[in-house]
Every structure is written in C-alpha cells, then in structure tokens.
C-alpha cells in the first residue's frame, strides 16, 4: 500500500519547482535543473532495464493471446481438494461439505494457466489440471482471461514505479480489488458473512454468470494492460537512445 501513497507523474512528465520539493521527487531517479525536475533514465541500473524489459515482454505476449472463459474459477476448488489445506479456514468455512466440494473439482475441467495459482493447488489435484504453468513459463500461458493475471498487473506497475505513473498503479489496484472480489465470489467458500453473495459455478446458471463478469474484468484489464504496455515503450525508447548517446 505504501506505493499508493506515493505520487510519481511517470517518465516524460517535467514539473516546476516552486516550493520545496515532496520527499517523492527528492529520489535517486529525480534530477532537478534550473528549477525543473523529472525522472532521469540514466539513473537506472543494469537490472533496473532489464526488469522494465522483462514486464514489457510479459505484457506484450499477454495481450496478444485469446482469453480462456472456460475456466470457472476452478483454481480456488483445485487447493482444496481432499482438505489436505484449507487456506482460509480460519475465515471462512467451505459452502459445500468437503465430499461435495471434491466431487465438483472432479466433474468440471480444470484449465489453470496461472503458476501463482497453480502452486497452491493440493498435492491430489495437480494432475487434474490440463496445463503445467511454472515460474518460468509465464511468458508461454498467461492469458488475458486470467483473473489472477489481471491481478498480477498490480504487481506488474508497482515493480515499474516510479517509471509510471500513479494514476496508471491507482487503476491497477482498484481493477485487482475487483478480480479479486470475483475470486473469491466463485470460490468454495462462504462469504455471507462478509457480505459477499456465491457465484455457484457447480451449476450453468452460476458458471454463466462468472463468465459475464469475467469478461468484463478481461475487457478493462485489457485497457490497463495496453497503457502500462505504452508507457513501458516510452520507457524502453528512452533507454535506446541514453545508451545510444
């Protein structure tokens, strides 16, 4: 949250300086002249460029795919199957008994293309699955369907900072908090209590309404993504050229 609570305008973007400067714009990336400051590109390092580099690919490859809509939420089913974990036991107990609840994951195709979700799964349903997604083949199964890969763009701009801008993180985080809530709506869990109504993707009524909203967290994730991939363009153009120079 704390890079939430910072603003960065994002590179290309000269302010004034009129007063004292926020600590924000004081960082080892600003540089100021005659009373200008902005993002300076030279000062990042080797590994800076090449994580900036990285995330662009990621992104690029991302939305350049066709979404998967048939995935129902699945995961959260798949790491609790058997109730070897039950992650959230604590705060939320199962909507279905545990026989129930395996008998869905049994009957319904488990498409997971996500690593992060992935590897959460319960040792007894990682052969359901129909795809291996690992740590190093993102770039080959993320798919912009994903809630779980529309999340991640939080993740993706906050590595970015201050690069971006904060009003490009703030949408990232309030399109996160919305997948999210989606999540874990289609989950196995029961949310009432936090008043939070079920998506019952056991049955077509519940799987066709999980679709819906799916594709509408898809369709504005794709718009996020495609500004994130430009301004890491814009970013990446000034690197060639700074180490061109």
């Known amino acids: 949250m704390g890079r939430l609570e910072q603003w960065h305008p994002g590179m290309g973007i000269a302010l004034e ?4 400067l926020p600590a924000t714009l004081c960082g ?27 995330i662009h690919n990621l992104l690029v490859l991302t939305q350049s795919r066709a979404g998967n809509y048939g995935c129902h939420g699945m995961h959260e089913w798949a790491m ?5 974990d039950i992650r959230h036991a604590e705060s939320a107990p199962l909507r279905l008994s545990q026989r129930e609840t395996d008998e869905i994951v049994e009957s319904l195709p488990i498409t997971c293309s996500h690593f992060d979700a992935y590897r959460f799964f319960s040792p007894a349903a990682l052969d359901l699955n129909k795809l ?20 991640d763009l939080y993740k993706w701009a906050s590595k970015c ?43 077509s009524a519940g799987r066709a309404e999980y679709e819906k909203l799916q594709k509408a967290i898809s369709r504005r994730a794709r718009s996020i993504r495609q500004k994130l991939i430009h301004q890491l363009s814009n970013i990446t153009a000034l690197t060639s050229q700074t180490t061109d120079q």
């Not at 291996?132 to 999340?151: G, K």
Request: proline share 6%.
């Open 161 to 203: 900072m201050p690069w971006i801008s904060s009003e490009l993180l703030w949408e990232t985080f309030l399109l996160a908090v919305r997948a999210r809530e989606l999540d874990m709506r289609a989950s196995p869990y029961d949310l009432r209590q936090y008043d939070y109504s079920p998506i019952t993707i056991e049955n």
């Open 28 to 54: 080892k990336h600003y540089k100021v002249s005659k009373n200008i400051v902005k993002l300076d590109p030279k000062t990042r390092s080797l590994k800076e460029i090449q994580r900036l580099k990285w």
């Open 17 to 20: 300086v009129t007063e004292n």
């Open 132 to 151: 291996r997604p690992t740590l190093r083949s993102r770039e080959q199964n993320e798919q912009p369907a994903c809630l779980h890969t529309n999340m």
């Open 80 to 84: 609790v199957y058997s109730g070897a």
